[in-house]
């Protein structure tokens, strides 16, 4: 590998803020560039201050291909007209979101997350709660890039739209989202009508003023928005762009139908803002995971009973299980076979949904990468990524981020930290052979789709092998990597029971209040009361036999989301 000099790390949520300190600090770099699509670092994290899009293509986003690349200008440096094609940049906040993993586990080694804690969450989890409000985790992670002139490695509103290798350097493609750029000029008259009305018009009169006996009038005109396409060169590319951009919706029979006669009433949980728009409203949620499970029971207490839950037939999620769903006001339902009109048929038979003003869809993502047409994502992964960070083909690319996990912040602290030192060359890689045959036995352990990417249940494995892998570092330089602490695993675990006892306790309350309506909906097969168990006592062994279970659960006739 030649000498590493110019790094550039795409994006500049948790993943993108780690890798700066990573490679920062092993001083080893002449140039290291950051590029974020959006306003300011978080990512995910980061709000919007304006309505979510409407989906406009189902089709597309059911069958993975809604986030092609975009066409290049010929010639650059260029000025376009500003992009039309969505690119999915909008957030997937909500005003009251809250964290669903606990602050200890959830934060990087060196910098704990701040135990800022809303009232809404002491309310439900008490003054100990380990949750924290979205606005917390998105200061903490603007935090990290606004010490040691990080901040100034940042170009903000900077989309990277093409990755190509020429020879021996990387070629970056990068658009600026552009502002508005107006034309302004003066005429002269003899005379001034005002008559200018309250509508607004192309051309603004800005001002008017008498010069000697003639009125000079100063006018502005609005211009179009328009983008500014240039290229920068690297030794190496850093790809922490995320993966929860690109909402999926499966196909379902007249869906589409549903959505166009009523603009915006399909919608998937990245584009959900809060439970006020949905108060008497008749409501469709489809998905087992955890944000079908938060907004189905959110609109249980605004929406018109009951809240159909399109969850029967498939696992629940591995963390928190079914719990939310066990509500007297949401019918669990099977999928859903078609949609006529405001009518959701279910494939059971059993009687459908009328009138519904909305369906939301919590069935995640489609991991795109559209910005690198060379390299292929297949079954929602990477293919050729050695212990998920080195890309087999051209070490000199690397991804942090690239897992499904619960520990995802210090997982991309223990990538980041991998990718630093074998960039700066203070670690080397096994022979490709041997970085092939690790994938190969993780694809026959685990399948060659969503689960190859999940690290859960062995973090200790993984976090030590990145961490044998990068080193100490030499002379003091660079990040270093604490050995595994088993509390953080505890600790997550911990909260997840800690919001499965909490959604139980406040289900075994609203049974208990429901009335005769509600307790004879009908439509809820196997809901009712649990007791509220104690916490788990974890058995390290225990956990580590955990694949086990996963794979005799894979045999059984269910799916997931």
């Known amino acids: 590998m030649v000498a590493i000099k110019r790094v550039a790390v795409i994006g500049a949520g948790p993943g993108g803020a780690i890798a700066v300190d990573a490679l920062a600090k092993e001083k080893a770099f002449d140039l290291i560039r950051v590029f974020e699509r959006r306003e300011a670092a978080g990512g995910c994290w980061l709000g919007d201050t304006t309505p979510p899009p409407l989906l406009t293509d189902l089709e597309a986003l059911a069958n993975r291909t809604a986030d092609p690349p975009v066409d290049i200008p010929d010639r650059l440096p260029a000025q376009t007209p500003k992009l039309t094609q969505p690119r999915f940049a909008d957030s997937s906040v909500y005003p009251y979101l809250e964290t669903n993993v606990d602050a200890i586990p959830m934060s990087f080694s060196q910098e704990p997350i701040p135990s800022d804690c809303s009232p809404h969450s002491v309310a439900l989890h008490g003054e100990d709660t380990p949750f924290r409000h979205w606005t917390v985790i998105r ?48 005429e002269w008259f003899d005379a001034v009508v ?3 009305g309250h509508y607004s018009v192309p051309t603004t009169v800005e001002r008017v003023e008498k010069v000697g006996h003639e009125w000079k009038l100063t006018l502005r005109r609005d211009g179009e928005r328009s983008d500014y396409w240039w290229t920068e060169w690297f030794d190496a590319v850093v790809v922490a762009s995320g993966h929860y951009s690109v909402p999926y919706v499966p196909a379902i029979p007249g869906l589409d139908t549903f959505e166009k006669l009523r603009p915006g009433s399909v919608l998937h949980s990245k584009n959900f803002r809060g439970r006020d728009h949905y108060r008497g409203k008749r409501v469709v949620v489809v998905g087992a995971s955890v944000s079908a499970a938060d907004i189905a029971y959110d609109l249980a207490s605004v929406a018109q009973t009951p809240v159909h839950a399109v969850v029967d037939g498939h696992r629940a999620n591995l963390y928190f299980g079914d719990e939310a769903f066990n509500h007297p006001r949401i019918a669990r339902r099977s999928d859903i076979a078609r949609v006529d009109g405001r009518t959701v048929h279910f494939a059971d038979g059993r009687e459908p949904a009328r009138d519904v003003d909305a369906i939301i869809f919590g069935t995640g993502y489609t991991w795109t990468l559209p910005f ?67 994938e190969a036995d993780r694809i026959a352990a685990f399948g060659d789709g969503p689960r190859f990417a999940l690290v859960h249940p062995h973090f200790e494995d993984y976090f030590n092998e990145l961490r044998r892998l990068a080193g100490p570092g030499e002379n003091g330089l660079g990040r270093q990597l604490p050995v595994f602490d088993r509390a953080w695993f505890k600790s997550f675990l911990d909260g997840h029971e800690r919001r499965k006892n909490m959604w139980q306790r406040l ?18 097969p196997g809901a009712g009361r649990k007791t509220i168990e104690a916490p788990l006592a974890y058995d390290w062994d225990t956990i580590r036999k955990l694949p086990l279970l996963l794979q005799a659960l894979q045999g059984l006739n269910t799916k997931a989301f």
């Not at 940042?154 to 502002?179: A, F, I, M, Q």
């Not at 991998?418 to 045959?437: E, N, S, W």
Request: glycine fraction near 8%; aromatic fraction near 12%; hydrophobic fraction near 40%.
């Open 507 to 524: 289900n075994a309350k609203a049974w208990d209040e429901a009335g005769v309506d509600e307790l004879n909906l009908g439509t809820v």
């Open 139 to 186: 200061r903490y992670l603007q935090s990290l890039l606004e010490r040691d002139g990080y901040e100034d490695l940042v170009s903000y509103s900077t989309t990277v739209e093409r990755v190509e290798k020429v020879g021996h350097e990387w070629k970056l493609t990068l658009r600026r989202d552009g502002e508005r750029s107006d034309y302004w000029w003066t």
């Open 194 to 196: 005002v008559a200018s």
């Open 372 to 438: 690198l047409p060379g390299v292929e994502v297949r079954n929602n992964r990477v293919p050729g990524l050695y212990q998920h960070v080195v890309y087999q083909q051209d070490p000199t690319l690397l991804f942090v981020g690239a897992v499904a996990a619960g520990l995802t912040f210090k997982i991309f602290e223990w990538q980041a930290v991998l990718a630093a030192r074998l960039l700066a060359g203070r670690a080397t890689l096994p022979p490709l052979a041997d970085q092939q045959k690790w």
